[in-house]
């Protein structure tokens, strides 16, 4: 594909260049090989012209992904998947708390903690030999939406008033307490600064550079079950009403799908997918 001269409108309505890297790069995060992607950024071309959205760009690469190998779609859908997860934010803090769990830690969510002033209710509390995290989950399932200032500086007070009866318990001389930001969005650039500042941890969708949610979803092998391209929307959400989350509880217990009223055969392609994407575990 030669470069093209063109500007891509995001959600929030801001202008930038057209990427070819960009693009590239996110299609070989789905696992495509280097001659699908090659073949699927030709096809594109045809496609593209200036003002062309970002959601219109994911939507046509995604069909052609998804024309090859429904696996490399799921895992390039993942964005928009986790927006799925909602209305509300309870799976995504389950889905933060399972990333916690892969790393070791043992885990509790939506837990009541008392402070030195009042009771919270933390989204997910994680502990591992001397280190205690404190985590709060801000989900939105619409695009463009971005993490204020105002929202770590209200979970620091938080954290504040809840490490303060922790550091006042008996062994906890040599604990470290973290607090954590999780959102499946971004921060702005005034809500980064300050949580670098105030020693609070924040890990949005692409933010920081390592460490980032897609980066922690695709390296613990944890794909929510709304990646899965043979699923439509009523599917996926019967099956999150029922506690499924992942697509590794399907792989563990494939008897769950038939909860869905899915014909034998669908069933078996729906499986087929999942077991793929449980093999990048």
């Known amino acids: 594909m030669e470069k093209m001269k063109i500007n891509v409108r995001k959600a929030s309505g801001e202008e930038q260049a057209f990427s070819q890297e960009k693009l590239r790069n996110s299609l070989q995060r789905s696992g495509a090989s280097d001659a699908m992607v090659e073949a699927i950024l030709k096809e594109m071309k045809a496609h593209l012209r200036d003002g062309i959205t970002t959601k219109e760009i994911y939507k046509k690469a995604f069909q052609l992904l998804r024309r090859r190998v429904r696996s490399n779609a799921a895992r390039y859908s993942l964005k928009k998947a986790i927006m799925e997860l909602g209305p509300s934010g309870f799976p995504f803090e389950h889905l933060v708390g399972a990333i916690l769990k892969r790393q070791g830690y043992e885990v509790e969510v939506g837990k009541t903690v008392q402070g030195k002033c009042v009771q919270h209710e933390v989204d997910v509390v994680a502990q591992k030999d001397n280190e205690t995290i404190m985590a709060e989950c801000k989900y939105h399932n619409a695009r463009g939406k971005i993490c204020s200032v105002q929202v770590p500086l209200y979970i620091r007070s938080r954290f504040h008033d809840i490490e303060s009866v922790w550091r006042s318990q008996q062994d906890h001389e040599n604990q470290q307490f973290h607090g954590w930001v999780v959102t499946n969005t971004r921060f702005s650039t005034d809500a980064e600064e300050y949580g670098s500042c105030a020693g609070l941890r924040l890990i949005g969708w692409d933010f920081p550079r390592n460490g980032n949610l897609k980066e922690l979803i695709e390296r613990a092998g944890l794909f929510p079950i709304t990646v899965i391209t043979g699923l439509n929307s009523k599917q996926k959400q ?19 799908l038939a909860q869905t009223g899915l014909s034998k055969a669908k069933q078996h392609k729906v499986l087929e997918e999942a077991g793929d994407l449980c093999a990048l575990q």
Do not use: D, W
Not at 238 to 256: F, M, R, V, W
């Open 238 to 256: 019967q099956l999150l009403a029922k506690g499924i989350l992942l697509c590794s509880e399907l792989c563990e217990n494939p008897g769950l």
